[in-house]
């Protein structure tokens, strides 16, 4: 069950770099509207974490593999439209970003305090947006599900490369835990 006094919202790598990756924009900033409202009506608290796009690996050969994959899902993007410039504009525009919590990896708790930070606002259920949904998206929510935080993935206030990387993610995900859009959240958060 989702309740707004007991929600928290997570967004991940909430940078414009990483938005510049992603292939639904407009889907995302609509989902950003709605959870906008619903943090404003509801008084839901928002925490943000990020890496860098391309953090330092020292070992040679992991860094040789991801720079490889990093390869492959950059053939997956569609190729920019006249309409990316307005997206990346409102997309700066659309929520402050405040004290982010520094992560390492892919990982949001991996070396970071966020875990301590949840802890601190006494609420457990986390609302997972941002990006990537096939990377941070898919082992955040994962280690949140194992550290027993009530978490629920909001499809649509997160992105990645393409289309089908995203759609095969929220089904892995899905397995493990809540994936739902902004639109289902209006059940639990009448506006």
Do not use: C, W
């Amino acid at each position: 069950m989702i309740k707004p006094e007991d929600s928290l919202i997570i967004l991940v790598n909430y940078k414009p770099e990483f938005f510049a990756h992603s292939f639904s924009k407009m889907e995302f900033l609509m989902g950003m509207d709605y959870m906008n409202n619903f943090r404003t009506r509801f008084k839901i608290p928002v925490m943000f974490t990020e890496r860098e796009l391309y953090y330092p690996i020292g070992n040679k050969d992991v860094l040789n593999l991801r720079n490889r994959k990093e390869e492959n899902r950059m053939k997956n993007m569609p190729p920019n439209s006249e309409y990316d410039k307005g997206f990346m504009e409102e997309f700066k525009n659309k929520i402050e970003v405040k004290n982010p919590v520094k992560t390492e990896k892919e990982d949001i708790f991996y070396h970071s305090t966020l875990e301590d930070e949840i802890s601190k606002t006494g609420r457990n259920t986390i609302l997972l947006g941002g990006f990537f949904t096939d990377k941070d998206i898919f082992i955040s929510s994962a280690n949140a599900n194992i550290r027993e935080l009530n978490t629920v993935v909001v499809s649509d206030i997160t992105s990645t490369y393409s289309e089908r990387l995203y759609f095969q993610s929220l089904e892995m995900i899905s397995q493990f835990v809540d994936v739902i859009d902004t639109r289902d959240l209006g059940e639990y958060f009448p506006l």
